[in-house]
């Protein structure tokens, strides 16, 4: 239990140490301008049950400056001595409170389900967006996944968006027989 | 004829009872031929080396026995079938319809009520009856029964064959495909078989060895399986593919051990000549599979990372090269190996449309795709094929990506472009389309559907894009089944999937068309052939596109303007009379 406790701390920190690198080298213009507008205009629209693909099926991005962001993702994660997920969250414009990904590199991840348009952002999310600061997730979670938030700002100051840094946590050792 | 107050009768393969021995009302309107004649009497027609089937109702209550057996070296299968209670809505009366068949054996012991199906005053059960007219059995008519003993007393229901001098080709014409995507379903569908294999090489050897069961299970039915491993991501388990190492122009593919495990008896045929669990022995002769996805995906073997730079093509050209030349070092090229974008941008990993492609600037990555695959695999014999799901940019893909993708499985838009379809199919692509599977609901013949059209439209295949989810319980709370036509069978004690009704009524016309097919080529009249049986049958082929299509580009359509639904199993099928297939097959076994 302790190696394990003392593994994740130094996951934590490790993520940590990438997202306050994230936070400066993400550019939130850049980051606003992945969807397009009227991808983002569907995406703030109420769901329509009859039509539930209908944002998924007017979802586009600007092609250059999405390819630009999964680079700088896929350096990201490299920066970690352990896998882990880089995810790119920005703000619905015209939907408070909610954020829509715009970009993921790998597959960990906290808050994504699959086909997921946009989630409210609240708790830690919440927290990031607010204080602008890089934030850690609360370690205990049924995904046992060690997660570290980073603010996104634009050339205004504003946050606009997170990227998020996540990695699974090592499976926990057998306990030894006898 | 009853033995202990048991009573045994026939029904048609498109007719299914309840658990009291009511007709489905999908069904009631049935009115085939051939298969149920006369009271106590089963006359079937039937071509060497294939099938023919019907259904047994066994109705009274207690303990009984059933077997059947078959002269002339006929081989005869029973299965028991499963009643899925139906999910109920509030206020609905409860519902159960039959469709996984459980495989028996000769002489099993039977209750009435079923203890394991849990149904209240069940009064009948329905089981399925499988007659295989091996390829070398004599013309002329061959005589078989089906025994029920109990209570000391015996019952018999006596069937008969005619076998027919037409024998079926071990290939089918069409190609019925059947999808799947990744292997974490097995887990949920088989707990017992993984219980002490949750990672590691025991997982890995158990997915392997139960996807397989897939493979076989599908191949004796005449269709075919598809299993894709990549994700959306990129990511993949490495039974799909071998290890990277090293980068650019030093980069590697290392240890293929488990990808051979699993795909070279699969590449090589010779896992279609062991038999499935609790399931009769293969029939159908081992042939290596139509075709298998790749793993290949914009971030394997490259690396997105150099996507646009000359990095991405070294590490492309060297990985898919080096996949390429393991696969002739085996002599596996009999299979057609897909090359195949799932991805969609929806789901933000990457920022264009690998599957269904909803806008034309994404055509430039499959362009540069394709380029850099025949680069990759010029030369060589294996069938590199460039798959590409296409839905809403079809039209124009046909023309924008010819040369490059050559193998197009469609969505339902394809009913809008005949004269664009044929000119592919002209040049010698390979077109399918792709759909949802009928409800368990539904009238017994809806699973034809997909098949006739495949067929009357000249395509090669059709892929039902989902098959192995029958959903969280579909034995007492069953949504449907649309998208499985095959159920786990370890709930029976068998450590692979059991087959279901649809499946086999599939098979039977898969048999059919093979047969109409054949037949009509050899008489040069394939297209009048097609365009008569089409005339009979309640179904549309082609249309003409809504307004929308024709006046909007496919980046503005949408299923409001269309009126019209993409996503397969959307749009409610079309209601024929349910015995609407008995012109084909009666055709069919006529040699015409």
Redesign the interface.
């Known amino acids: 239990m302790a190696a394990g406790a003392a593994q994740a701390r130094r996951m934590l920190k490790t993520l940590g140490e990438v997202a306050r690198v994230a936070s400066v080298m993400v550019d939130g213009d850049e980051a606003r301008r992945i969807i397009t507008e009227r991808a983002m205009k569907y995406l703030a629209a109420p769901s329509d049950p009859r ?1 539930r ?2 944002s ?6 600007d ?1 250059a400056a ?2 630009r962001m ?2 700088l993702l ?2 990201l994660e490299c920066l970690a001595d352990f896998k882990c997920g880089a ?1 790119l969250w920005v703000k619905v414009e015209g939907l408070a409170d909610h954020l829509t ?7 960990a991840g906290r808050y994504y389900t ?2 997921q348009e946009k989630l409210r952002a609240e708790g830690e999310l919440a927290e990031c967006l607010g204080t602008g600061q890089v934030t850690a997730a609360p370690l205990e979670h049924p995904s046992r996944t060690v997660t570290v938030l980073a603010p996104v700002r634009d050339s205004l100051g504003d946050v606009v968006g997170l990227v998020e840094l996540t990695a699974a946590l090592p ?1 926990p050792a057998r306990p030894a027989r006898g | 004829m009853t033995a202990g107050g048991f009573r045994l009768s026939a029904a048609h393969e498109w007719v299914a009872h309840d658990p009291f021995g009511r007709v489905k009302p999908a069904d009631a309107a049935a009115q085939p031929e051939g298969a149920a004649g006369a009271p106590g009497e089963v006359q079937l027609r039937a071509a060497r080396n294939g099938y023919a089937s019907f259904r047994v109702l066994v109705t009274g209550a207690g303990e009984y026995r059933l077997a059947a057996s078959a002269r002339c070296g006929l081989e005869v299968d029973l299965f028991k079938a499963w009643y899925h209670r139906m999910h109920q809505a509030e206020g609905q009366p409860a519902a159960w319809w039959p469709d996984a068949l459980v495989p028996v054996h000769g002489g099993a012991a039977f209750r009435l009520p079923d203890p394991e199906n849990r149904i209240e005053g069940q009064t009948a059960q329905e089981f399925w009856v499988d007659v295989f007219i091996p390829p070398e059995a004599k013309p002329g008519r061959a005589a078989g029964r089906l025994r029920l003993t109990a209570g000391g007393g015996a019952t018999e229901l006596p069937f008969s064959v005619e076998i027919l001098e037409a024998g079926l080709p071990d290939e089918p014409c069409v190609q019925m495909d059947n999808n799947s995507y990744g292997s974490k379903w097995l887990v949920g569908l088989y707990p017992e078989a993984f219980a002490r294999a949750a ?1 590691g090489p025991r997982w890995q050897a158990r997915t392997i060895e139960l996807l397989q069961h897939h493979y076989r299970l599908i191949h004796e039915h005449r269709a075919t399986f598809h299993n894709l491993g990549a ?3 990129g ?1 993949f388990d490495p039974i799909y593919g071998p290890r990277l190492a090293g980068r650019g122009r030093e980069l590697r593919l290392e240890g293929w051990e488990l990808f051979d495990r699993h795909y070279g008896p699969l590449l090589d045929g010779s896992a279609f000549r062991r038999r499935l669990p609790g399931s009769p022995p293969p029939r159908r002769p081992a042939a290596p599979v139509w075709g298998v996805y790749t793993p290949i995906n914009p971030d394997w073997p490259a ?3 150099w ?2 730079e000359p990095g991405y093509g070294v590490e492309f050209t060297r990985g898919v090269g080096q996949f390429d030349a393991h696969l002739r070092a085996n002599g596996w090229t009999g299979s057609r190996l897909e090359f195949f974008f799932n991805h ?9 449309d690998g599957d269904e492609v ?2 034309a ?1 994404d055509d430039a990555y499959h362009l540069e795709m394709g380029r850099l695959l025949k680069q990759a695999t010029a030369g060589s014999p294996v069938k590199w094929v460039y798959r590409m799901d296409a839905s809403w940019q079809m039209k124009n893909q046909f023309d924008r990506l010819a040369g490059s993708t050559n193998f197009w499985v469609c969505g339902g838009f394809l009913r809008w472009y005949p004269e664009e379809v044929r000119r592919v199919l002209g040049r010698g692509d390979i077109v399918w389309w792709y759909g949802g599977t009928p409800s368990i609901a539904a009238a017994t013949s809806s699973i034809l559907q997909n098949l006739f059209q495949t067929w009357a439209r000249g395509l090669g295949g059709f892929c039902a894009w989902l098959t192995t989810s029958p959903g969280q319980d579909p034995w007492f709370d069953c949504e449907g089944g649309t998208t499985a036509v095959m159920y786990p069978g370890e709930r029976f004690g068998i450590a692979g999937p059991i087959p279901s009704v649809r499946l086999k009524v599939q098979r039977n016309g898969i048999q059919d068309v093979d047969l109409v097919d054949r037949a009509a080529r050899a008489a040069g009249r394939l297209e009048e052939v097609r365009g008569s049986l089409a005339q009979g049958v309640p179904l549309r082929l082609w249309e003409p596109p809504p307004r929308a299509a024709l006046e909007l580009p496919p ?1 503005d ?4 303007n269309l009126s019209a639904e ?2 397969p199993g959307r749009e409610p099928l079309p209601e024929p009379d349910p015995s609407w297939w008995a012109r084909f097959r009666q055709s069919a076994l006529a040699g015409r």
């Open positions: 039509h693909f209908l998924g099926d007017y979802y586009d991005v092609l999405f390819l999964k680079k896929m350096r995810k990904l715009a970009v993921q590199q790998g597959s699959f086909g499976a | 990672s994700g959306h991501s990511g690396s997105y990372l996507w646009g969609k941008k929806r789901y933000r990993w990457f920022e264009w909803k806008y600037k980046e359509w949408d299923s409001i993409h996503e």
